[in-house]
């Protein structure tokens, strides 16, 4: 049996690696063409396109990995019962379940090597592919601290809200910064607008230029008279780190490091929480689309005959499209309020999971 599993495995993974590569070169193909225009304008040259794709591909890779996962397991499974060779298993005795538990161990251990690797890769191959994109070929930077982040937002541990509508990395410089100050039970109790604001490496704090300060009641509306400066020393304990790395990119962080910053944040929308904690769902819930999908479609696969692959590639893409259909509209719904966060995330999974263990049974 042990030569059997290493057998059916073996084809499997190599089924699987061929449809990875070719979703790969799919997806670079498709990107470049829709890049192009930045590629010729900026005279990219290619060792810097070759490294925006070399840390972009991490990313693209946990979204592929379902797809591929069920592609190759249609092709391997109806390319098995195309040949006969599920029928020379049962005169051996070896029944399709076992056929089946070889494909969930698979799948078990892909779900765990793909939650470790969006864990640990992925966050930071996405900053730096991102800011190869927006500096070097958007822009035609030269040097990658010459960049600026656009539309910052940070959510400090103090309880301020920061909006800036640029950060410029080299000069660790915010422009047009708006700052919310949280007065409890989610109100904010001060508004500060700066034209700009400078991190001072001497004394570890930020300086605010031309500073207008609104005090706010209870309902938001301004509370007295505003008070001006033209220069202000504000003690955040967010350094020009925090700017490059959480400016409320959400897909740079692990799931880890997005539960923290949820708990620490403190700001005065629920709305904006609980689109937060569906992110967080969703980066614990992606991993398992692969076992979700072996699932349902190795009983599937089971059943192709003699059809063809064909039909069994037509039937993977239909599950797939039914499947990220599904996902979508139940991450909008919890962003939406409709649903809690974590059935948000989950939903599919389980109801497209309960499809497979009814269709195993059913088979056998």
Same mark, same amino acid.
């Given at each position: 049996?042990?030569?059997?599993?290493?057998?059916?495995?073996?084809?499997?993974?190599?089924?699987?690696?061929?449809?990875?590569?070719?979703?790969?070169?799919?997806?670079?193909?498709?990107?470049?063409?829709?890049? /192009?225009?930045?590629? #010729?304008?900026?005279? $990219?040259? *290619?060792?810097?396109? @070759? !490294?925006?794709?070399?840390?972009?591909?991490?990313?693209?890779?946990?979204?592929?990995?379902?797809?591929?996962?069920?592609?190759?397991?249609?092709?391997?499974?109806?390319?098995?019962?195309?040949?006969?060779?599920?029928?020379?298993?049962?005169?051996s005795g070896v029944g399709t379940s076992h056929v089946l538990l070889s494909c969930l161990f698979f799948g078990a251990l892909l779900c765990l090597g793909v939650?470790?690797?969006?864990?640990?890769?992925?966050?930071?191959?996405?900053?730096?592919?991102?800011?190869?994109?927006?500096?070097?070929?958007?822009?035609?930077?030269?040097?990658?601290?010459?960049?600026?982040?656009?539309?910052?937002?940070?959510?400090?541990?103090?309880?301020?809200?920061?909006?800036?509508?640029?950060?410029?990395? /080299?000069?660790?410089? #915010?422009?047009?910064? $708006?700052? *919310?100050?949280?007065? @409890? !039970?989610?109100?904010?109790?001060?508004?500060?607008?700066?034209?700009k604001a400078y991190y001072d490496k001497e004394n570890r704090n930020w300086v605010f230029k031309d500073v207008m300060r609104y005090n706010l009641n209870p309902?938001?509306?301004?509370?007295?008279?505003?008070?001006?400066?033209?220069?202000?020393?504000?003690?955040?304990?967010?350094?020009?780190?925090s700017f490059i790395k959480d400016a409320s990119q959400v897909e740079f962080m692990s799931a880890a490091q997005l539960k923290t910053y949820i708990r620490n944040?403190?700001?005065?929308?629920?709305?904006?929480?609980?689109?937060?904690?569906?992110?967080?769902?969703?980066?614990?819930?992606?991993?398992?689309?692969?076992?979700?999908?072996?699932?349902?479609?190795?009983?599937?696969?089971?059943? /192709?005959?003699?059809?063809?692959?064909?039909?069994?590639?037509?039937?993977?893409?239909?599950?797939?499209?039914?499947?990220?259909?599904?996902?979508?509209?139940?991450?909008?719904?919890?962003?939406?309020?409709?649903?809690?966060?974590?059935?948000?995330?989950?939903?599919?999974?389980?109801?497209?999971?309960?499809?497979?263990?009814?269709?195993?049974?059913?088979?056998?």
């Open positions: 049996m042990r030569l059997l599993d290493r057998y059916l495995i073996r084809t499997y993974l190599r089924a699987w690696l061929y449809c990875v590569a070719l979703f790969f070169v799919l997806f670079i193909i498709i990107d470049s063409f829709n890049n /192009l225009d930045d590629f #010729l304008r900026n005279n $990219v040259a *290619l060792t810097v396109i @070759g !490294s925006y794709y070399l840390y972009y591909l991490p990313s693209v890779f946990v979204e592929l990995v379902p797809a591929a996962t069920l592609v190759s397991l249609l092709f391997v499974l109806g390319s098995l019962n195309r040949h006969n060779e599920i029928i020379a298993m049962k005169a939650f470790l690797f969006n864990e640990t890769v992925v966050p930071n191959s996405l900053v730096t592919s991102t800011a190869i994109k927006e500096a070097l070929i958007e822009k035609g930077k030269k040097n990658l601290r010459e960049r600026a982040i656009e539309n910052v937002t940070l959510y400090g541990k103090d309880g301020r809200m920061l909006f800036a509508r640029e950060y410029e990395i /080299l000069s660790q410089t #915010l422009h047009d910064v $708006v700052i *919310l100050e949280d007065g @409890g !039970s989610k109100t904010p109790r001060s508004k500060w607008i700066a034209k309902r938001g509306d301004m509370s007295g008279d505003p008070s001006f400066s033209s220069s202000m020393t504000v003690d955040l304990s967010e350094s020009p780190e944040f403190k700001g005065p929308s629920d709305k904006l929480i609980r689109r937060l904690w569906v992110d967080y769902h969703y980066k614990m819930a992606l991993p398992f689309a692969s076992f979700v999908l072996i699932l349902i479609g190795a009983p599937l696969a089971m059943k /192709l005959d003699h059809r063809g692959v064909l039909l069994g590639t037509g039937a993977s893409l239909m599950l797939v499209v039914l499947y990220y259909g599904m996902f979508s509209i139940c991450l909008a719904l919890g962003k939406g309020g409709v649903l809690s966060p974590w059935l948000a995330a989950w939903l599919s999974n389980a109801a497209f999971g309960l499809a497979g263990v009814y269709l195993i049974k059913s088979s056998g």
